[in-house]
T-cell receptor, first 115, second 114 residues
Framework: KAGVTQTPRYLIKTRGQQVTLSCSPI?????VSWYQQTPGQGLQFLFE???????NKGNFPGRFSGRQFSNSRSEMNVSTLELGDSALYLC??????????????FGQGTRLTVV | DQQVKQNSPSLSVQEGRISILNCDYT??????FLWYKKYPAEGPTFLIS?????DKNEDGRFTVFLNKSAKHLSLHIVPSQPGDSAVYFC?????????????FGTGTRLQVML
């Protein structure tokens, strides 16, 4: 069973540009969540998608957005990039439902550097 | 506000001894707790979890303890091995019925010395 796949692995962008990151969840998983990891801040929750609907959102500005497709693949977009957006962006998928306790499986992440 | 806290940024332990990693939380609505291990340049890997209705869960060398009254959980690794050297994150799940999200601590870097 293939794991969570994130593309690209590394990305360098300049301030003001926009970027789109992609995540393919584990087959059969319908929940996809995105996290930002920066040194000293741990993993900060961005948003969660389930069946193409955003059902949970973290405390990030509107420049951060996402979507999920019918095949559960998800994309995350950051517009008007700032230096502080440099981070490791992690995607996690799970089959979590209302009563099912399952863990989230993470991809290897996309390392975004804004210069 | 940091609802999940790992107050020790780093921990060094001798090979073969016990490693104890601690985590505190503030939200009593968390219903599920997880520990993840992360190597550099890789995504976090799930280790072990515990439901809020239990106080202990064991899996091989890894045991997680939950003290709900103190809002504290800990991960015990016995015996510690050099391959355990990594950053460990505790996470808590807030299940609102139709949605869930994980809140992570800032991580503890464990170094197991030979």
């Amino acid at each position: 069973k293939a794991g969570v796949t994130q593309t690209p692995r590394y990305l360098i962008k300049t301030r003001g540009q926009q970027v789109t990151l992609s995540c393919s969840p584990i087959s059969g998983h319908r929940s996809v969540s995105w996290y930002q990891q920066t040194p000293g801040q741990g993993l900060q929750f961005l948003f969660e998608y389930f069946s193409e609907t955003q059902r949970n959102k973290g405390n990030f500005p509107g420049r951060f957005s996402g979507r999920q497709f019918s095949n559960s693949r998800s994309e995350m977009n950051v517009s008007t990039l700032e230096l502080g957006d440099s981070a490791l962006y992690l995607c996690a998928s799970s089959s979590i439902g209302r009563t099912k306790n399952t863990e989230a499986f993470f991809g290897q992440g996309t390392r975004l550097t804004v210069v | 506000d940091q609802q999940v806290k790992q107050n020790s940024p780093s921990l060094s332990v001798q090979e073969g001894r016990i490693s104890i990693l601690n985590c505190d939380y503030t939200n009593s609505m968390f219903d599920y707790f997880l520990w993840y291990k992360k190597y550099p340049a890789e995504g976090p890997t799930f280790l072990i979890s515990i439901s809020s209705i239990k106080d202990k869960n064991e899996d091989g060398r890894f045991t997680v303890f939950l003290n709900k009254s103190a809002k504290h959980l800990s991960l015990h690794i016995v015996p510690s091995q050099p391959g355990d050297s990594a950053v460990y994150f505790c996470a808590a799940r807030l299940n609102t019925g139709t949605a869930s999200k994980l809140t992570f601590g800032t991580g503890t870097r464990l170094q197991v010395m030979l």
